[in-house]
């Protein structure tokens, strides 16, 4: 999903200072959903001798990350990245290693880090060869933008491309999905927007694509901590409203594409915005977070072999708690009501099944502290609890929905059926709705699905998925 994936690189160094020096760049890796990932803490010192830290996730090729808290004691490091929730404690050998635990959410696992020279660091940035990434000469205008939101608390950086000819043309702006992104959506030297946008600007449509907050040119923030897809889809509306300055665009024909958590976002902007003319979500979340997180739980319960009674057993649980999200003000609140309903669902469950789960000897309390972590995520909060159907209701604007049928991060039945449902029960009567056989949520072409494939496939994103996508905004902006 917001490729749920990038949310799995949180930024937080550790370090012992004996007589050498930490700072440079410190690589390890971690095991997500069967991939290994590398990691990257550039460490640097401050004016007033403390440190600062940015990250890297080569395998997404997002640089430069900023760290919001760097601490240093003794041989300990703690690097924080408030943007993701995450956090990475070690020791310093005062050398060239550092032995510690990454953590994000409530999941722990080892991070051994390695000092590596700047050379070594200037190779993790380089691109692989990808058949679909674009290169100049370009057939269009492409332009590095920068501007503000309203109050002037927020920096953004994009790229804004258009034809060459001059004239008024219609407008996208691409919202990324969950995580940090670049503007290009980068991810295991994919250029996911960024080949969308070169297609859709050699097809006659502009197209703004914008750095995630934190990532290349744009600013974090100053309360990172407590963002969620509610003020991402404010960062929208600045977009919207500096696309609106421009000669060169036809404000009636301005539009959105909002991929995952981003296709969640789209019918949020387009509920309070008229002037946006037609929206097009692509792998959207619509079914709910709370949903969206039992699936893709569930999934890899599978991947590991755990068997469907059991698999059931996890998601009638995980489905009654998290629903408690929503009707819970406060964590004592959230534990208080988490006691009746899982005592209820243990007594129903068969040996093998708690066995399976591991569940076998484990209390309410034992789980508290797995779901007070999700909790006190203010965004993950956010995603649980959000309502998406309330918005979408609201959506009057064309629309087109597409999945991939082999989409293992958001399910392509349930949700385009949703979608559909809801916005023709409010009487929109101009929507569609597309689900793209043997597609992914990047919409590759792929055998499985599954995240692990995202990187062994060279296409980047198919051809015939761009042009359906394509072709209908050119019909809905004549």
Not at 278 to 283: C, E, K, L, S
Not at 426 to 436: F, W
Request: hydrophobic share 40%; glycine share 8%.
């Amino acid at each position: 999903m917001k490729k749920l994936l990038i949310c799995v690189f949180t930024l937080l160094a550790v370090n012992r200072v004996h007589a050498q020096d930490i700072t440079g760049s410190w690589q390890g890796s971690i095991a997500v959903a069967g991939i290994n990932l590398r990691v990257v803490f550039n460490i640097d010192k401050t004016a007033n001798g403390g440190y600062k830290s940015t990250f890297d996730s080569p395998d997404q090729k997002a640089f430069g990350i900023a760290c919001s808290k760097t601490i240093l004691v003794k041989d300990s490091l703690y690097i924080e990245i408030a943007v993701i929730g995450g956090g990475y404690k070690g020791l310093w050998d005062g050398k060239k290693s550092i032995t510690g635990i990454y953590t994000q959410g409530s999941g722990k696992m080892a991070l051994n880090l390695k000092h590596i020279s700047a050379d070594e660091k200037a190779a993790l940035s380089k691109d692989p060869v990808m058949p679909q990434t674009p290169r100049p000469p370009f057939n269009y205008v492409s332009e590095d933008v920068e501007y503000d939101n309203s109050d002037k608390t927020l920096h953004y950086g994009a790229t804004f491309t258009r034809p060459v000819r001059s004239g008024k043309y219609p407008a996208v702006i691409i919202i990324s999905g969950s995580g940090t992104q670049d503007r290009d959506g980068s991810i295991f030297g994919h250029k996911l927007y960024w080949v969308l946008a070169d297609y859709l600007t050699n097809n006659g449509i502009a197209v703004l694509r914008v750095d995630d907050r934190g990532a290349g040119k744009s600013s974090l923030g100053s309360n990172i901590k407590d963002v969620t897809s509610l003020d991402f889809s404010y960062d929208v509306e600045a977009s919207l409203n500096y696309l609106e300055t421009r000669p060169d665009i036809d404000k009636k024909h301005l539009g959105l594409i909002g991929h995952s958590e981003g296709g969640m976002i789209a019918p949020m902007v387009a509920a309070r915005r008229k002037d946006v003319s037609f929206i097009v979500m692509w792998g959207a979340s619509e079914v709910g977070g709370a949903k969206i997180n039992t699936e893709q739980n569930a999934y890899q319960l599978r991947k590991i072999g755990v068997d469907s009674a059991a698999i059931n057993a996890f998601v009638s649980l995980n489905t009654d708690v998290l629903k408690l999200f929503a009707v819970s003000p406060s964590v004592e609140a959230l534990d208080t009501q988490i006691i009746p309903v899982f005592d209820a669902w243990k007594k129903v469950q068969t040996p093998e099944a708690l066995k399976a789960l591991h569940a076998t000897d484990l209390t309410a309390q034992d789980i508290f502290k797995q779901y007070n972590t999700l909790y006190n995520m203010p965004w993950m909060r956010y995603f649980i609890s959000y309502d998406a159907e309330k918005d979408l209701a609201k959506v009057k604007c064309p629309v087109l929905a597409i999945n991939g049928t082999k989409d293992t991060q958001v399910d392509a039945e349930s949700n385009l059926s949703l979608i559909k449902d809801v916005l023709t029960k409010n009487g929109n009567k101009n929507i569609e709705v597309k689900a793209l056989p043997g597609l992914n949520h990047l919409l590759q072409t792929a055998q499985t699905g599954d995240l692990s494939e995202y990187e062994k496939i060279d296409e980047t994103m198919s051809p015939a998925a761009m042009k359906i996508i394509s072709d209908w905004i050119k019909i809905h902006v004549k």
